[in-house]
Antibody, heavy 119, light 110 residues
Framework: QVQLVQSGAEVKKPGASVKVSCKASGYNFKTYAINWVRQAPGQGLEWMGWISPNNGNTNYAQNFQGRVTMTTDTSTTTAYMELRSLTSDDTAVYYC????????????WGQGTLVIVSS | EIVMTQFPLSLPVTPGEPASISCRSSQSLLQSNGYNYLDWYVQKPGHSPQLLIYLGSTRAPGVPDRFSGSGSGTDFTLKISRVEAEDVGVYYCMYALLSPLFGPGTKVEI
């Protein structure tokens, strides 16, 4: 079965960067794009972008362009999301999710990674 | 830029009774292929979101048939025919194309 297992919680200082990983298993990793979605404490869901493991193509949400980089390592079937120049507003749970069905339908999700930005 | 709204934002429910959530988009989600690119998710406390409905009305695998989605264009509805206690959580609609956008969420509680 499809599994997405994310890296553990992180605490970062303002201005730093964070890199979250998402290890995929149970399917052909190159076939499906990986999306990233975040959720600030007590808030709703915010889509950040996707990456195609097949060719490395990316599509970032406008809010994150210039500050986010998504990559994949096909040898380890792992996707990464790096966010730079962190502020307290970036404190959130970050989820990876696999595309499915018509393309932007997220049937499989990781368990989430809490990133706390605090001085 | 598309704006997604939901109502109500809070919905008290009674087990065994029906429930309904509305979602409205500022632009039509109906594409030329005839599909509405609107998904419904539920996020239960302490869990990752779960896909319930995609393309406006298609239940995701494993989703109980008490959940149904309807609507077209800019107005959509998620219905629960008979609420169960396990259905508590926050329900989100989402524009599911190009730059996905979630609605603000509807908190469903017993």
């Amino acid at each position: 079965q499809v599994q997405l297992v994310q890296s553990g919680a992180e605490v970062k200082k303002p201005g730093a960067s964070v890199k979250v990983s998402c290890k995929a298993s149970g399917y052909n990793f190159k076939t499906y794009a990986i999306n990233w979605v975040r959720q600030a404490p007590g808030q709703g869901l915010e889509w950040m972008g996707w990456i195609s493991p097949n060719n490395g193509n990316t599509n970032y949400a406008q809010n994150f362009q210039g500050r986010v980089t998504m990559t994949t390592d096909t040898s380890t079937t792992t996707a990464y999301m790096e966010l730079r120049s962190l502020t307290s507003d970036d404190t959130a749970v970050y989820y990876c999710a696999r595309e499915d069905f018509s393309g932007y339908d997220f049937y499989s999700w990781g368990q989430g990674t809490l990133v706390i930005v605090s001085s | 830029e598309i704006v997604m709204t939901q109502f109500p934002l809070s919905l008290p429910v009674t087990p065994g009774e029906p429930a309904s959530i509305s979602c409205r988009s500022s632009q039509s989600l109906l594409q030329s292929n005839g599909y509405n690119y609107l998904d419904w998710y539920v996020q239960k406390p302490g869990h990752s979101p779960q896909l319930l409905i995609y393309l406006g009305s298609t239940r995701a695998p494993g989703v109980p048939d008490r959940f149904s989605g309807s609507g077209s264009g800019t107005d959509f509805t998620l219905k629960i025919s008979r609420v169960e206690a396990e259905d508590v959580g926050v329900y989100y609609c989402m524009y599911a194309l190009l730059s996905p956008l979630f609605g603000p969420g509807t908190k469903v509680e017993i």
